[in-house]
């Protein structure tokens, strides 16, 4: 309890054994049980889900599934039901047995730090490193995982710390802790650490019903359903883990009435969640497989306690992967779009993620090799790996869609792309969730390769699709938004292969004078150089790439500083690339700058071999303009319609 110590060593370690005192040689003697089953960790964007922003509360938007079914049997009279713990992902991997013993947590990057006075008593308030996702997770009660497995496995000290802990937060965040947002947030995963430590008692104890003195759990997780009722999330990441939570405390206490509504709230959330082409409405890919893996988490319980999820949900879940599949670049990673991390696809079996995740080793190849979703996402490659290695085709990913929401950013038009067995255009990543100057950069339209408008405020605009056409080596896109008061822009790409290379046309019109500002952000490793108003090259020393970038004038001449490069840059913030949440590295941007109120920016972004140039001339052919190049050896011609249309000549 804060503030004041609520209970001796001695009189909670009776309470954790029911009310019995056990002398700590007694502990040693005990016989080691089997200990409780733990689902594996889920593949969880990163280690912070916690925007101190607020709660989001996403309202189920499409037709509710309708073949979800209530409990087909009850669980058992004595409560233990069929609800496996689901685990701590990752939580409580630095957090020890002898570290809970002295009340002592850690998370993240930071120095371990005593939250309590090494008997149990913990001050819930306490956030030394003033992180959100810190605080949120010392109150999601996960950092307990190795003192509740000890506990489970006859380690009764443990079991004693675990329990006087867990009673110490119930007992200083009374019902409804809402107030709090870190206990609000974390409620759904501590819902599910006590029914771990339920599971851990009874495995612990030898027991098949919940000893009395540990009434005060049971009543705490009423309480928990009685909170995840009042504060549904909706259709999301958060409203799934916390209608599986309560499922969970349905099967074990047999409250139909918590399993009923937690099933109604999984039917209504899934085909808002995952629509009808598989894409998420979280605007991210880390969080696209993290749902994934969530929603076969929802189908396993609901099966373990006696329900019939349907088929709805696995037919989602077929679709998202094959969205995650085509969402996987050359190098196995899933391309790094809003709140992600640099993260791996999982390879998972009877999936094409099998192949995309195995980098072409196993399973069978994805039919599709483009794909674009009404969610705002465009991916697409030059193929699965059966004419060159997995890692040597080329991928990109362009974002559109609606505006930025949950877990998106500002990255509308933005393109990243990888190219001869490395990245070539990257997002500059995910910052974590501490409401700070990183995040807000991070987020934004200079940490992604669009043009910008760094004049305007940003409207976080919804952008349109507008045209389409696909060959067999080449692909175009155009999209247009308005990405500020009296602005209007239209981006035209153009993917070829072989020559491998990506061709960008920016145009944008405003009302009064604006800058513009086409931005390339080059990965960290590489080295960019400025050669003239048109050219730049990034590089690697060493390596057997280097990427070409280059402007050509059309129908606008290029000014002094056409071309700048932003590296590690501060004030204002620029240059930089967040693989995880805990790594910030300097990474080259180039800047195609403009300025009036128009811009016409073509972008030819081309990777070549090391000591391999590019050469090119332009010419009219009629209204079309048409551009002559040769890359790293290869002749490749393209056309600007009048319309603003881009394709391949030859």
């Not at 954790?16 to 409780?36: D, H, K, T």
Request: aromatic share 10%; glycine share 10%.
């Amino acid at each position: 309890m804060t503030g004041r110590l609520a209970m001796g060593a001695t009189v909670g370690f009776a309470l954790a054994l029911g009310g019995l005192v056990v002398a700590p040689a007694e502990i040693q003697a005990a016989p080691p049980r089997p200990g409780i089953a733990v689902l594996p960790d889920l593949p969880e964007p990163g280690v912070a889900q916690f925007d101190p922003a607020g709660s989001n509360v996403v309202p189920a938007v499409a037709a509710a599934a309708t073949d979800l079914r209530k409990s087909s049997r009850k669980t058992t009279a004595a409560g233990t039901g069929t609800y496996t713990c689901s685990g701590f992902s990752t939580v409580d991997d630095a957090t020890t047995v002898a570290m809970l013993q002295a009340d002592t947590y850690a998370w993240g990057p930071y120095a371990a730090y005593r939250v309590g006075n090494g008997s149990g008593n913990v001050n819930w308030r306490v956030n030394p490193y003033k992180n959100p996702s810190w605080y949120m997770w010392l109150h999601s009660l996960r950092w307990l995982g190795q003192g509740i497995l000890a506990g489970s496995q006859g380690d009764l000290a443990a079991l004693n710390r675990v329990t006087a802990i867990t009673r110490d937060w119930v007992t200083d965040n009374p019902y409804s802790w809402k107030g709090d947002i870190g206990a609000y947030e974390s409620t759904m995963h501590r819902t599910n650490v006590l029914l771990c430590v339920r599971a851990a008692i009874l495995a612990g104890l030898g027991a098949d019903a919940l000893p009395a003195a540990y009434g005060w759990l049971d009543v705490a997780l009423v309480n928990h359903a009685r909170f995840l009722i009042a504060n549904w999330s909706g259709a999301w990441n958060h409203g799934t883990d916390e209608s599986i939570a309560l499922f969970g405390v349905g099967c074990t206490l047999n409250r139909e009435d918590y399993k009923t509504t937690a099933q109604n709230r999984l039917a209504s959330g899934i085909t808002t969640a995952i629509d009808a082409q598989g894409s998420t409405n979280e605007q991210s890919t880390a969080y696209a497989q993290f749902n994934y893996s969530l929603w076969g988490r929802a189908v396993a319980a609901l099966e373990a306690c006696g329900a019939d999820p349907g088929t709805t949900i696995d037919e989602r879940r077929e679709l998202l992967a094959g969205w995650l599949a085509l969402a996987t670049n050359s190098l196995g990673k899933l391309h790094q779009l809003g709140d992600s991390e640099v993260v791996s696809t999982s390879p998972i079996t009877g999936t094409p993620l099998h192949y995309a995740g195995s980098n072409g080793v196993e399973g069978l190849a994805p039919e599709r090799r483009i794909g674009t979703f009404d969610a705002g996402f465009v991916f697409g490659r030059t193929g699965w790996g059966q004419t060159r290695p997995f890692r040597q085709e080329s991928t990109y990913s362009i974002r559109y869609g609606p505006s930025r929401a949950l877990h998106g950013h500002s990255d509308h038009t933005a393109i990243t792309y990888t190219s001869r067995g490395r990245d070539i255009l990257i997002d500059a990543g995910h910052a974590g969730y501490q409401p700070d100057v990183w995040r807000t950069w991070a987020k934004s339209q200079y940490a992604a390769s669009s043009m910008t408008t760094p004049l305007a405020a940003e409207t976080y605009p919804a952008t349109k699709l507008t045209r389409k056409a696909f060959t067999p080596t080449s692909e175009f896109y155009e999209f247009a938004d308005s990405p500020g008061a009296g602005i209007s822009r239209n981006r035209a790409v153009l993917v070829l292969k072989d020559p491998d290379l990506i061709v960008s046309l920016d145009r944008a019109s405003a009302k009064a004078p604006q800058q513009f500002q086409t931005l390339w952000h080059l990965p960290s490793d590489q080295r960019a150089t400025v050669y003239s108003r048109t050219t730049a090259i990034g590089a690697k020393a060493g390596d057997d790439t280097r990427t070409i970038l280059f402007q050509v004038p059309y129908r606008q001449a290029l000014p002094a500083g056409a071309i700048l490069v932003k590296q590690g840059q501060t004030k204002p913030i620029q240059g930089w690339h967040y693989p995880n949440i805990f790594t910030r590295t300097p990474a080259p941007t180039l800047m195609f700058a403009r300025s009036g109120t128009s811009a016409s920016i073509l972008s030819v972004i081309a990777p070549v071999p090391a000591t391999g140039s590019v050469q090119y001339k332009g010419r009219w052919s009629g209204t079309t303009y048409i551009v002559d190049l040769v890359a790293g050896g290869k002749k490749v011609s393209f056309g600007i319609t009048a319309g603003g249309a881009l394709y391949r000549v030859n």
